[in-house]
């Protein structure tokens, strides 16, 4: 582990921007290995599906609800990602979901602006109490599509969200006028960086148009207290129990396909998220 989790220091700088990214917060020798077993990953290519951007591209996703014992499960396990979770949300948190964002090069589509809540808002999550760990798997750059932030902007609270293709987008004329008023921050990341960031910032990132991927791992948490009050595709509250950092070099390149453990893969079908705005 190169780095340690967050500290309560970096409070004031997610509270003001909604983000807040944490630079070699895993080691060469652990991002490698994610991204080996990632990459190799038959199962988890196998649970993949796609997401229209209304632009023309597809984005590809694997998104599984409980972190299991594997690899991917150490790392959205570990103390130095959850004990930072908790930080920025004050209290114990359990794993609402991970996915891994697979966008290949040449073909890798775009995501439209949205916030997380406009999806999870429909899973009876009553607050925004959740944030998302982005770990970067590959280099992330403009040329290859990073990610795209307006800070600032989880203060303007819940925006109204429709259909962008097969994604939920968030209400453009809002947008617009936010992106007058709010910073555009382009991430770049290198791998092994973390970004953490709330469920009601604007983010969105381009087509992959490069020759590079961009892979990454995207671990989502939700504060016990906010323990949604309906059953949805999500998991409701789940004691997650932590393991040391270590864990994720012992773990070493165990895959899906190397456990028993039930992860409750999310396929496309299941999904409700974003289909169910074009019902309510």
């Given amino acids: 582990m190169a780095a340690g989790p967050l500290g309560k220091e970096v409070l004031s700088e997610y509270e003001r921007k909604g983000f807040v990214l944490a630079k070699g917060m895993f080691s060469k020798e652990e991002i490698d290995l994610l991204r080996r077993a990632a990459k190799e990953d038959r199962e988890l290519d196998q649970h993949s599906f796609g997401r229209g951007d209304g632009e023309g591209g597809t984005v590809r996703l694997?998104?599984?609800?409980?972190?299991?014992?594997?690899?991917?499960?150490?790392?959205?396990?570990c103390e130095t990602i959850v004990n930072s979770a908790e930080t920025i949300l004050d209290g114990e948190v359990y794993h609402y979901h991970s996915k891994m964002i697979m966008k290949d090069a040449k073909v890798g589509g775009a995501w439209a602006w949205h916030q997380d809540y406009g999806y999870w808002y429909?899973?009876?999550?009553?607050?925004?109490?959740?944030?998302?760990?982005?770990?970067?798997?590959?280099?992330?750059?403009?040329?290859?599509?990073?990610?795209?932030?307006?800070?600032?902007?989880?203060?303007?609270?819940?925006?109204?969200?429709?259909?962008?293709?097969?994604?939920?987008?968030?209400?453009?004329?809002?947008?617009?006028?936010?992106?007058?008023?709010?910073?555009?921050?382009?991430?770049?990341?290198?791998?092994?960086?973390?970004?953490?960031?709330?469920?009601?910032?604007?983010?969105?990132s381009d087509?992959?148009?490069?020759?590079?991927?961009?892979?990454?791992?995207?671990?989502?948490?939700?504060?016990?207290?906010?323990?949604?009050?309906?059953?949805?595709?999500?998991?409701?509250?789940?004691?997650?129990?932590?393991?040391?950092?270590s864990a994720i070099l012992e773990a070493g390149l165990k895959r899906f396909s190397d456990t028993s453990s039930n992860v409750a893969w999310l396929d496309s079908a299941k999904d409700e998220s974003a289909r169910s705005l074009a019902t309510s």
């Fill in 62 to 77: 694997s998104l599984w609800n409980h972190p299991g014992d594997t690899i991917y499960g150490m790392f959205a396990r």
């Fill in 122 to 204: 429909q899973n009876g999550v009553l607050f925004p109490l959740l944030t998302s760990a982005f770990i970067a798997v590959d280099p992330a750059t403009k040329e290859n599509g990073c990610m795209q932030v307006l800070s600032g902007s989880h203060q303007m609270g819940r925006i109204e969200h429709v259909l962008t293709g097969d994604q939920a987008g968030a209400d453009m004329e809002r947008v617009h006028e936010a992106e007058k008023r709010l910073e555009l921050v382009y991430v770049e990341m290198d791998p092994g960086d973390v970004l953490f960031f709330h469920s009601n910032l604007l983010h969105r």
């Fill in 207 to 245: 087509q992959n148009k490069s020759d590079k991927p961009r892979w990454a791992m995207i671990c989502c948490y939700n504060a016990a207290r906010n323990d949604p009050y309906k059953e949805a595709h999500h998991p409701r509250y789940t004691p997650l129990h932590k393991v040391p950092d």
